[in-house]
């Protein structure tokens, strides 16, 4: 069974930084892509960045692009989102996913919509900016 562990959300202001972990038990990161999803109250679920299982790459939406930094720790099982530059429009609950198929992850997190879903989901942590 794979399961997905969010934490790190919480209040900040705007300008601001927070650092999401994801803890990932059941799945590998060669085999899994991983990524990070967000939904703003009243709107739909969009991928914000993800990390290929295929060759370890990243990729972001173009509305966090230059502002969050997706890693994963190998040793530890566990991806990390770096939220840097904080707007108010970047608050809503983060979610980790995890997916066998990475071609289909990174376009969507490339595109920032969500076409196709992910496999294995969290339950999310709250992100909220203040402005």
């Known amino acids: 069974e794979v399961l997905l562990e969010e934490s790190g959300g919480g209040l900040v202001q705007a300008g601001g930084s927070l650092r999401l972990s994801c803890a990932v038990s059941?799945?590998?990161?060669?085999?899994?892509?991983i990524a990070w999803f967000r939904q703003a109250p009243g709107k739909e679920r969009e991928p914000v960045a993800g990390?290929?299982?295929?060759?370890?790459?990243?990729g972001y939406s173009p509305s966090v692009n230059g502002r969050f930094t997706m890693s994963r720790d190998n040793a530890k099982n566990t991806v990390y989102l770096q939220l840097n530059s904080l707007k108010p429009e970047d608050t809503g609950v983060y979610y980790c996913?995890?997916?066998?198929?990475?071609?289909?992850?990174?376009?969507?997190?490339?595109?920032?919509?969500?076409?196709?879903?992910?496999?294995?989901w969290g339950k999310g942590t709250l992100v909220t900016v203040s402005s």
């Open positions: 059941g799945a590998s990161f060669d085999t899994y892509a």
């Open positions: 990390i290929s299982s295929h060759d370890g790459k990243t």
């Open positions: 996913a995890a997916d066998r198929n990475y071609v289909q992850t990174m376009i969507q997190v490339r595109t920032g919509v969500e076409k196709w879903g992910m496999d294995y």
